[in-house]
T-cell receptor, first 114, second 112 residues
Framework: DTEVTQTPKHLVMGMTNKKSLKCEQHMGHRAMYWYKQKAKKPPELMFVYSYEKLSINESVPSRFSPECPNSSLLNLHLHALQPEDSALYLC?????????????FGPGTRLTVT | DQQVKQNSPSLSVQEGRISILNCDYTNSMFDYFLWYKKYPAEGPTFLISISSIKDKNEDGRFTVFLNKSAKHLSLHIVPSQPGDSAVYFCAASVGGNTPLVFGKGTRLSVIA
């Protein structure tokens, strides 16, 4: 099973709403990632969790709050977002330590902030 | 400062012919390179990778070549099929679970 699942597939939210994106993998990967992708741009790293601990935060605004409740789950809590935060949010996972370093991506959540 | 560059934003190839997608990098610490394929509104799908100790890796119709001295890699798809039409991202890693550095992507169109 090389699948990373993400819910919801689409999300429309107002600037005052609070919502969460969910990601799940059952490949035994201990590194999980959140990326943001705008149209015609490459994925842009937001956060990395390694062994359920936040190891990288790429200076992401505090209106994005990640959480890793266990080794299979990764959440991204959203609050007071701006219209420019509208994008495809991708979750990925990978093995840790030795190569290979392939990251397996989920299908993404298409977020629209109105 | 772009560490991974894909200088061709788009490429058009006839079905059955070879598609060659190029990627250049500037960071000599990169030791692992990956290619991803992405359809619209989907997450990137891992295609093929190569370690810096190799110069070629092949998987079916896909072959990746690495020229370390030139800091250049290429993805060859032979024969190209209409289903290969997608955006292809080159990515690089310095190792461990450090973040992947992605290029801007090349949109491949395979014409029947």
């Amino acid at each position: 099973d090389t699948e990373v699942t993400q819910t919801p597939k689409h999300l429309v939210m107002g600037m005052t709403n609070k919502k969460s994106l969910k990601c799940e993998q059952h490949m035994g990967h201990r590194a999980m990632y959140w990326y943001k992708q705008k149209a015609k741009k490459p994925p842009e790293l937001m956060f990395v969790y390694s062994y359920e601990k936040l190891s990288i935060n790429e200076s992401v605004p505090s209106r994005f709050s990640p959480e890793c409740p266990n080794s299979s789950l990764l959440n991204l809590h959203l609050h007071a977002l701006q219209p420019e935060d509208s994008a495809l949010y991708l979750c990925a996972s990978s093995q840790t330590g030795l190569p290979p370093y392939e990251q397996y991506f989920g299908p993404g959540t298409r977020l629209t902030v109105t | 400062d772009q560490q991974v560059k894909q200088n061709s934003p788009s490429l058009s190839v006839q079905e059955g012919r070879i598609s060659i997608l190029n990627c250049d990098y500037t960071n000599s610490m990169f030791d692992y390179f990956l290619w991803y394929k992405k359809y619209p509104a989907e997450g990137p799908t891992f295609l093929i990778s190569i370690s810096s100790i190799k110069d070629k890796n092949e998987d079916g119709r896909f072959t990746v070549f690495l020229n370390k001295s030139a800091k250049h890699l290429s993805l060859h798809i032979v024969p190209s099929q209409p289903g290969d039409s997608a955006v292809y991202f080159c990515a690089a890693s310095v190792g461990g679970n450090t973040p992947l550095v992605f290029g801007k992507g090349t949109r491949l169109s395979v014409i029947a």
